[in-house]
């Protein structure tokens, strides 16, 4: 994630005791999000956050929470369950205010910040998937607004015929998944 050509060098960790002082002066402009980060995400044990740090101040740019979850599979008219895979449930992705929508590259602005870290959770959580749980989904709520953002990287609504609702639709977030995409190993 560090090539020499751009501005900046960021680094993922698990969030730790340790970053206290840097996760009190994250915000990325939603009250809820940043009381999460700052007050319940080091203590739940259903999930873990991983924080993506700008190297030259120590800044947290963004950070995403995970946790295991399962897709339910149902008949189309939604009746009985014909079958449930297990997801990685993205429970929260947020930038701070200060990287959205800021280009990653000193050559090309294209590419934002929280897209390289959405491909790199995304690449992560696939590799880690297949390795060690099986699972061949990711899953999270979306705001209305962010829809378009995670459809360009591959993200698809879930069609009411096909599925089950995966998670409790609440606030008028959209439920979404993205299919990990496997490599074969020799």
């Given at each position: 994630?560090?090539?020499?050509?751009?501005?900046?060098?960021?680094?993922?960790?698990?969030?730790?005791?340790?970053?206290?002082?840097?996760?009190?002066?994250?915000?990325?402009?939603?009250?809820?999000?940043?009381?999460?980060?700052?007050?319940?995400?080091?203590?739940?044990?259903?999930?873990?956050?991983?924080?993506?740090?700008?190297?030259?101040?120590?800044?947290?740019?963004?950070?995403?929470?995970?946790?295991?979850?399962?897709?339910?599979?149902?008949?189309?008219?939604?009746?009985?369950?014909?079958?449930?895979?297990?997801?990685?449930?993205?429970?929260?992705?947020?930038?701070?205010?200060?990287?959205?929508?800021?280009g990653y590259?000193?050559?090309?602005?294209?590419?934002?910040?929280?897209?390289?870290?959405?491909?790199?959770?995304?690449?992560?959580?696939?590799?880690?998937?297949?390795?060690?749980?099986?699972?061949?989904?990711?899953?999270?709520?979306?705001?209305?607004?962010?829809?378009?953002?995670?459809?360009?990287?591959g993200f698809?609504?879930?069609?009411?015929?096909?599925?089950?609702?995966p998670l409790?639709?609440?606030?008028?977030?959209?439920?979404?998944?993205?299919?990990?995409?496997?490599?074969?190993?020799?």
């Amino acid at each position: 994630m560090n090539p020499s050509k751009y501005n900046y060098k960021i680094k993922s960790e698990v969030l730790a005791d340790k970053h206290k002082p840097y996760v009190d002066n994250y915000d990325c402009g939603n009250k809820q999000i940043n009381n999460y980060l700052q007050n319940q995400a080091l203590h739940d044990i259903d999930s873990v956050t991983h924080i993506y740090i700008n190297e030259s101040n120590n800044e947290i740019i963004a950070f995403v929470t995970l946790t295991c979850s399962a897709i339910d599979f149902c008949s189309s008219d939604g009746l009985y369950l014909s079958k449930r895979i297990s997801a990685v449930e993205m429970k929260y992705f947020a930038t701070d205010k200060k990287y959205q929508h800021r280009g990653y590259s000193s050559v090309d602005d294209t590419n934002k910040i929280s897209d390289v870290i959405l491909d790199d959770v995304y690449e992560n959580t696939r590799e880690f998937a297949f390795k060690n749980v099986g699972a061949s989904k990711i899953i999270l709520l979306s705001r209305p607004s962010a829809v378009s953002f995670y459809k360009r990287h591959g993200f698809k609504e879930f069609d009411d015929n096909v599925f089950c609702e995966p998670l409790n639709s609440r606030q008028n977030l959209k439920a979404m998944y993205a299919d990990f995409y496997i490599e074969v190993y020799n």
